[in-house]
Each structure stands twice: as structure tokens, then as C-alpha cells.
């Protein structure tokens, strides 16, 4: 027995029709008219869903199966949202920010989402740096087998993070300066793991995604056995769709 509406994501009207696509537990997606906006729902089975690998690869299916049709203009919904009715839909959403959904259409039609993570051995970084800085590796030196002040170890350490450091963002300006011009909007999120050093969504033309691509190829290139790259060339616009508070 349901427990209510799951929503995916908004399009502009009329939206996908006749979508054949399965949603969380297993339920046929809908597609619902309201307020000019066409809503991607269905069924709730759960009052709470879990956030597993599962769960989240169920919702983003869903999104990608309706892009895939042509649908590509749309504003994701965060996984989890499940409302009681349409009404609720309208008195929080569609009656007091209609406007703003408008204006995400707008900023998002013709345009996709694409993202870039950067990841690197630390301790290789480490060792390059020491290979290349005499000095640095002098003081390193003297770390072993000698009885130091600790502020002496502090010194040394911070100097060798300091340089590592400088390092990461080197690497950050040469993608920054080679990919966010061909971006209508960039975005840099937090790193997830230690290894990641970048972690940035770029907005583009649906057709430039070719030469996007490129781009991240070269740069794969210029960083050969120093860096994991890892693109994504198709996701919904999740970091482009947020609405203002």
C-alpha cells in the first residue's frame, strides 16, 4: 500500500510521455501535470527511504532513462522526497517558487551537467617533491637519526606540506584555466576522499561535450602516471538546479 508520492524531478511541460521506467521499489514512474510543470513520480512504498548504492542508482536511473528520450531540460529532485499529495506539492513548491523553477529551466535548456575528479598519490607527490628539492630533502634528512627540537620537526613539516600544497593547486590552475572557459558555469565541490584533490561540476552546450571531452583527455595526457581522472559526461544537473533560499 502506498505511503504517499516519491518525486524524481521536474520538466517543462509536457515533459517525457509514456515513460517505461521502474522507480524504487520496483514501481512504474508517472508523469503528473500541476501548475504548468510536468512532476516525475510515483508510488511510495516506504514512509523513509534509505540513502543506499541501491536506492540512489534507482532515483538517478530514472532521470537518465528520461533524458535519454529527449527530455534533457529538467531540474532533479534530492533522492528521498516523498510528499503526501499534489496539493503539498503546490503550496510549497509550485504557488511560492514558481518563478525560480522557471528561471532554472531557462538557465539549463540546451545545457548539460558534466563533472571532473581529480585523484593523486600522496606519498608519491611527496617523494617527487623531495627529488626535485634539494634543499627540502636536506631538511628531510635530517630528520632521521638526529635528535631534533620539535620545533625544529614542526619547521620541516610544514615546509614539506607548504610545497605539497603549492603542488595540488598548480595542477587545479592548469584544469581550471583548460576547462571552465568552455563552461557556462563552473562549480567546485568538496573533495570526497583523501586521494581526491578536485572535485568540480561544469554547465555546458549539450553539443560541446565532444570537445569537452577533449579537453579532459589532454589534460589526462599532460598528467600521464601522476593523476586518475575521472569524468562523467552524463548526470543530471544536480549542482545547477538549486534553488535560492
Not at 39 to 46: G, I, K, P, R, T
Not at 204 to 221: C, G, M, N, R, Y
Not at 224 to 242: C, D, H, M, S, V
Amino acid at each position: 500500500m502506498g505511503t504517499g508520492l516519491y518525486l524524481y524531478g521536474i520538466f517543462p511541460t509536457p515533459g517525457p510521455q509514456q515513460l517505461e521506467a521502474q522507480g524504487l521499489d520496483k514501481q512504474p514512474v508517472h508523469t503528473h501535470v500541476l501548475d504548468g510543470f510536468t512532476f516525475l513520480y510515483s508510488e511510495a512504498q516506504q514512509e523513509r527511504y534509505l540513502a543506499s548504492r541501491r536506492n540512489l542508482l534507482d532515483h538517478e536511473k530514472v532521470l537518465e532513462q528520461a533524458m535519454h528520450t529527449g527530455h534533457r531540460t529538467l531540474l532533479p529532485l534530492q533522492f528521498g522526497l516523498i510528499v503526501e499529495d499534489w496539493r503539498t506539492v503546490t503550496e510549497q513548491l509550485t504557488a511560492t517558487q514558481g518563478p525560480q523553477l522557471e528561471q532554472l529551466f531557462h538557465k539549463l535548456d540546451g545545457r548539460r551537467e558534466v563533472g571532473v575528479k581529480i585523484f593523486w598519490d600522496a606519498e608519491a607527490e611527496v617523494q617527487a617533491l623531495l627529488a626535485q628539492d634539494e634543499q627540502l630533502r636536506s631538511e628531510r634528512d635530517r630528520l632521521e637519526g638526529k635528535s631534533l627540537s620539535m620545533d625544529e620537526v614542526i619547521r620541516i613539516g610544514q615546509a614539506i606540506e607548504q610545497a605539497v600544497e603549492a603542488r595540488k593547486q598548480s595542477i587545479i590552475r592548469v584544469f581550471r584555466s583548460t576547462l571552465n572557459p568552455l563552461a557556462s558555469s563552473a562549480l567546485e565541490n568538496d573533495p570526497l576522499t583523501e586521494a581526491m584533490i578536485y572535485n568540480a561540476a561544469y554547465l555546458i552546450a549539450w553539443d560541446d561535450e565532444a570537445a569537452f571531452s577533449e579537453k579532459v583527455e589532454a589534460l589526462d595526457l599532460q598528467f600521464e602516471g601522476r593523476l586518475r581522472i575521472r569524468y562523467n559526461n552524463f548526470t543530471a544537473p544536480y549542482n545547477f538546479a538549486q534553488l535560492a533560499n
